[in-house]
């Protein structure tokens, strides 16, 4: 059974940081990873998606790396602002399960003004 | 364009009340996923409907818990004789390829 950690659970930067947060996942026979962005009573918004045979995908100040061989996935963001404080989720679609997400437990970022 | 919706958007109900939840997937996308979103239990997936094939159950919890696409478009989830423990967020994402669009969500509170 795929499980998917994340790293740290808790994050508070000041604004202008570059920071990375870590994803783990069990069972490297993925379809994809993506990582999501949760606001507190909202939705999920979709980020990045890393094909398993990609390395990295990066859009605007974002960058999210894979090493699927190690289970591991990274979301850089740079130049960090208050707008990003949100929490983080990694999600990974695993082959054999219909391409149903795996979600971590997701890092809470806060961006300090 | 029109994203996924969801309604009720909260929802209060006694235990031992059925519930029905809808979600307007994205026009065109022929996948949609029921997620659970809980305290202490993280996201979790329910249900996946792929166009006309039989739906994938294996998340779902318990037999109280069904869903229904109809026309390959909006789907219901129902609980049935809902538990204090069913009180979670209920996300719905639908997609045409690999990326999953979500949903704003349901609250649900069973008392």
């Known amino acids: 059974k795929q499980e998917v950690t994340q790293i740290p659970a808790a994050l508070s930067v000041p604004e202008g940081e570059n920071l990375v947060l870590n994803c783990s996942f069990t069972?490297?026979?993925?379809?994809?990873l993506q990582w999501f962005r949760q606001d507190p009573g909202k939705g999920l918004t979709s980020l990045l998606l890393?094909?398993?045979?990609?390395r990295e995908q990066t859009s605007g100040r974002l960058n999210a790396s894979l090493d699927k061989s190690s289970g591991r996935s990274t979301l850089y963001i740079a130049a960090s602002q208050p707008g990003d404080s949100a929490t983080y989720l990694c999600?990974?679609?695993?082959?054999?399960?219909?391409?149903?997400?795996?979600f971590g437990s997701g890092t809470q970022l806060t961006v300090l003004p | 364009g029109a994203g996924v919706s969801q309604s009720p958007s909260n929802k209060v109900t006694e235990k031992g009340k059925d519930v029905e939840l809808r979600c307007d997937p994205i026009?065109?996308?022929?996948?949609l996923y029921w997620y659970r979103q809980s305290l202490g239990q993280g996201l979790e997936f329910l249900i996946y409907?792929?166009?006309?094939?039989?739906?994938?159950k294996s998340g779902l919890p318990s037999d109280r818990f069904s869903a229904e696409r109809t026309g390959g478009s909006v789907s219901t989830l129902t609980i049935q004789r809902t538990q204090q423990e069913d009180s979670a967020v209920y996300l719905c994402?639908?997609?045409?390829?690999?990326?999953?669009?979500f949903g704003p969500g349901t609250r649900l509170l069973v008392l």
């Open positions: 069972d490297s026979a993925i379809y994809n």
């Open positions: 890393i094909q398993s045979s990609q």
């Open positions: 026009s065109g996308h022929t996948a």
């Open positions: 999600a990974v679609s695993t082959q054999g399960s219909a391409r149903q997400l795996t």
């Open positions: 994402a639908s997609s045409s390829g690999e990326t999953q669009y």
């Open positions: 409907f792929q166009g006309n094939s039989a739906p994938d």
